[in-house]
């Protein structure tokens, strides 16, 4: 019974900032990993970045030094803080967790948050 839930998307112009936070819940044990996903209109889901259980990170070419994954273990959530924000960065924004719940490991998704770049 594990929730994924997104939050922070919005409108925002070129140049700007915008902070997501995805928060997990349920009967789970451990966060294996947390990932940001996008999809553009019309485009294939694409990998943003990933954290995983010992703290290592990997971003997408297209947003190494503009994005930041982060996590609250204690809070369960995880944060894509999203700096110097541009027009094809616009797309609907997925929280993937993988998880141990109900005795397996498994990938858990959010229902996405959209993020639009547009002056």
């Known amino acids: 019974q594990v929730q994924v839930v997104e939050s922070g998307g919005g409108l925002m112009q070129p140049g700007g900032s915008l902070r997501l936070s995805c928060r997990v819940s349920?009967?789970?044990?451990?966060?294996?990993?947390m990932g940001w996903f996008r999809q553009g209109s019309g485009e294939q889901r694409e990998r943003v970045a990933i954290?995983?259980?010992?703290?290592?990170?990997n971003y997408t070419d297209s947003v190494k030094g503009r994005f930041t994954i982060s996590r609250d273990n204690g809070r369960r959530t995880a944060y894509l803080q999203m700096n110097n924000l541009k027009a094809e960065d616009t797309a609907i924004y997925y929280c993937r967790a993988r998880v141990f719940a109900d005795s397996t490991i498994g990938y858990h998704w959010g229902q996405g948050t959209q993020v639009t770049v547009s002056s």
């Open positions: 954290m995983f259980l010992d703290g290592k990170t």
């Open positions: 349920g009967m789970l044990k451990v966060i294996y990993e």
